[in-house]
C-alpha cells in the first residue's frame, strides 16, 4: 500500500472519511494514528496508520518515477444536508421565522444576508445553513453528509448499583446516628431524674476536696467527663467520615458511567441499543453498568472511576502505595468477564447463543491506567470514541437476533423499573 491508497482508506465507522482528509483538517493526531496501527481490527486501517506514521517521519518527495498524485476531492463538507439547511428558519428582520430555502429561492435574501449570518448568528445551525445556501447560489459542489440511522436508543433499568449504594449508605447513616443520640438523650434524661429526687444530705464539696483522697476522686470524674464529652464528639466524626467516603466513591462511579453514555450515544447511531443497570436475575445475580447491543455483537461493559494510580497488567489490577504496587481491593477485567458470561447465559434460556463481549471503561480523565497485555480490552474515555468504531467490523449479529436480545433486556429493564 503506497502513501495515496493509505490516504483514501476510510477511518473508523464513528468518523467514516478518508484518513487522508481528516489527517489534514487535524482530527487524526500521531497517537491517534499509533493507536490504529497497533489497534485497529480493520486491517486496511491498520496497515494506512503504519503507512502514513512513516510518511510523517520521511516526507515523501514526489518525482517522475513516482505515481501521479490524484487530483483532490473539490467538493466541500456542509456539516448538513441540503432538505435540512432549507428548513431551517431566518433569524433576522424581516423575515424572521420564515425557512432559508424560500427566501433564497424567491431571491429575499442575497449573498450578501447569507455572509452576514455566518459571520453572526448564534444558532451554529443557521450558520451551517447559510454556509450551504451560499455555496449553491457560489455553483460549488457540496458533500452533504451521510445520512444516520438516528441517535443509540438508552434503554435504563432503574437506579444504578452506585445510586442504590449511595441511598443505602444514607439510611445507614440515619440510623446510627439515631441510635447513637437516643443513647445520649437517654442517659440525660436519667442523669436529670436523678439529679432531681431529694437524697440524703451529704458534705460539702470543700470539705471532699479537702482531702487527698477526695481531690483524687474529682480529678477521676473530671476526666471521665471529658472523655464522655469527647467520645460524643468522636464517634459521630468517624462514622460520617467512613460512611462519607463510601458515598463519595459510589457517587464518583455514577459519574463515570454517565460520561461513558455520553460519549456512547455521540459516536453510535441508531443501530445501537445502550442498556443500562440491567440487573441479571437468577441464583447468579449480577448488577451489569452498560450493555451494547448492535450488529456486530453485544458488549458488556464494566466502568470504573477510580482515584489514584492504577495499572492493568494482564489480568490483574494493582494500585500504586507509596513506591510500592498493592492488588487493587476489586479486579474489573474479572468483573467483566464474570458479568458477561451472566447475560450469554441469561440470554442462552432463550436460545440466543451469542457471544457477549467483555470490556473495561476507565473512567478518570485526570488519572489514567497504563495496560500491559491485557486479558480484557480496556478503553480509557479520551479513546472511547475511536474503539466504538474500531467494533464495528460488519453485521455478525442478524437483525432478528438483535431483535430478540433488544426485546428480552427491555421486558428485564421493564421488570426492574416496575419493582
Known amino acids: 500500500m503506497n502513501l495515496e491508497e493509505a490516504r483514501k482508506i476510510l477511518w473508523l465507522k464513528n468518523n467514516r472519511r478518508p484518513i487522508g482528509e481528516l489527517l489534514d483538517e487535524g482530527y487524526l493526531t500521531p497517537s491517534k494514528l499509533e493507536w490504529a496501527a497497533e489497534k485497529a481490527y480493520d486491517p486496511a486501517i491498520n496497515q494506512a496508520a503504519k503507512v502514513i506514521l512513516e510518511s510523517l517521519k520521511e516526507p515523501v518527495s514526489l518525482s517522475k518515477n513516482n505515481v501521479e498524485a490524484q487530483p483532490p476531492d473539490s467538493s466541500l463538507e456542509i456539516g448538513i444536508t441540503l432538505e435540512k439547511a432549507r428548513t431551517i428558519l431566518w433569524p433576522f428582520a424581516p423575515y424572521k421565522g420564515q425557512p432559508m430555502g424560500n427566501l433564497v429561492d424567491s431571491q429575499q435574501l442575497s449573498l450578501k444576508d447569507l455572509?452576514?449570518?455566518?459571520?453572526?448568528?448564534?444558532?451554529?445551525?443557521?450558520?451551517?445553513?447559510?454556509?450551504?445556501?451560499?455555496?449553491?447560489?457560489?455553483?460549488?459542489?457540496?458533500?452533504?453528509?451521510?445520512?444516520?440511522?438516528?441517535?443509540?436508543?438508552?434503554?435504563?433499568?432503574?437506579?444504578?448499583?452506585?445510586?442504590?449504594?449511595?441511598?443505602?449508605?444514607?439510611?445507614?447513616?440515619?440510623?446510627?446516628?439515631?441510635?447513637?443520640?437516643?443513647?445520649?438523650?437517654?442517659?440525660?434524661?436519667?442523669?436529670?431524674?436523678?439529679?432531681?429526687?431529694?437524697?440524703?444530705?451529704?458534705?460539702?464539696?470543700?470539705?471532699?476536696?479537702?482531702?487527698?483522697?477526695?481531690?483524687?476522686?474529682?480529678v477521676?470524674?473530671?476526666?471521665?467527663?471529658?472523655?464522655?464529652?469527647?467520645?460524643?464528639?468522636?464517634?459521630?466524626?468517624?462514622?460520617?467520615?467512613?460512611?462519607?467516603?463510601?458515598?463519595?466513591?459510589?457517587?464518583?462511579?455514577?459519574?463515570?458511567?454517565?460520561?461513558?453514555?455520553?460519549?456512547?450515544?455521540?459516536?453510535?447511531?441508531?443501530n445501537w441499543r445502550l442498556f443500562r443497570n440491567i440487573l441479571i436475575p437468577g441464583r447468579n445475580k449480577g448488577d451489569l453498568d452498560l450493555v451494547l447491543v448492535g450488529p456486530p455483537g453485544v458488549w458488556s461493559l464494566e466502568v470504573k472511576n477510580w482515584h489514584g494510580e492504577y495499572r492493568n497488567i494482564g489480568e490483574n489490577w494493582e494500585y500504586r502505595h507509596g513506591k510500592k504496587w498493592k492488588a487493587a481491593s476489586a479486579n474489573p477485567s474479572r468483573?467483566?468477564?464474570?458479568?458477561?458470561?451472566?447475560?450469554?447465559n441469561f440470554l442462552k434460556a432463550d436460545n440466543l447463543k451469542v457471544f457477549v463481549n467483555p470490556a473495561v471503561v476507565w473512567?478518570?480523565?485526570?488519572?489514567?491506567?497504563?495496560?500491559?497485555?491485557?486479558?480484557?480490552?480496556?478503553?480509557?474515555?479520551?479513546?472511547?470514541?475511536?474503539?466504538?468504531?474500531?467494533?464495528?467490523?460488519?453485521?455478525?449479529?442478524?437483525?432478528?437476533?438483535?431483535?430478540?436480545?433488544?426485546?428480552?433486556?427491555?421486558?428485564?429493564?421493564?421488570?426492574?423499573?416496575?419493582?
Open 220 to 270: 477521676i470524674v473530671l476526666i471521665l467527663l471529658t472523655f464522655f464529652g469527647w467520645l460524643i464528639n468522636f464517634i459521630p466524626d468517624q462514622i460520617t467520615k467512613r460512611i462519607d467516603k463510601k458515598i463519595d466513591e459510589h457517587r464518583r462511579g455514577e459519574e463515570g458511567e454517565e460520561k461513558a453514555i455520553q460519549l456512547i450515544v455521540q459516536a453510535l447511531d441508531g
Open 335 to 344: 468483573q467483566a468477564v464474570n458479568n458477561a458470561a451472566r447475560l450469554g
Open 115 to 218: 455572509g452576514y449570518a455566518i459571520e453572526t448568528a448564534w444558532d451554529e445551525k443557521v450558520r451551517q445553513a447559510a454556509t450551504a445556501l451560499a455555496l449553491v447560489r457560489l455553483e460549488q459542489v457540496v458533500k452533504e453528509p451521510i445520512p444516520s440511522a438516528g441517535f443509540v436508543h438508552v434503554i435504563s433499568g432503574g437506579r444504578s448499583f452506585s445510586q442504590r449504594r449511595q441511598f443505602q449508605f444514607a439510611l445507614l447513616e440515619g440510623l446510627i446516628f439515631g441510635i447513637f443520640f437516643s443513647i445520649v438523650l437517654a442517659l440525660s434524661g436519667a442523669w436529670t431524674i436523678y439529679s432531681l429526687k431529694p437524697h440524703p444530705a451529704g458534705k460539702p464539696l470543700n470539705e471532699i476536696v479537702s482531702t487527698p483522697t477526695g481531690i483524687i476522686a474529682l
Open 363 to 419: 473512567a478518570n480523565e485526570e488519572n489514567s491506567v497504563s495496560v500491559e497485555n491485557p486479558s480484557v480490552a480496556v478503553w480509557s474515555l479520551n479513546r472511547l470514541p475511536d474503539e466504538l468504531g474500531n467494533i464495528w467490523q460488519g453485521e455478525k449479529l442478524s437483525q432478528p437476533e438483535r431483535e430478540k436480545i433488544i426485546e428480552k433486556l427491555t421486558k428485564l429493564c421493564d421488570r426492574q423499573k416496575a419493582n
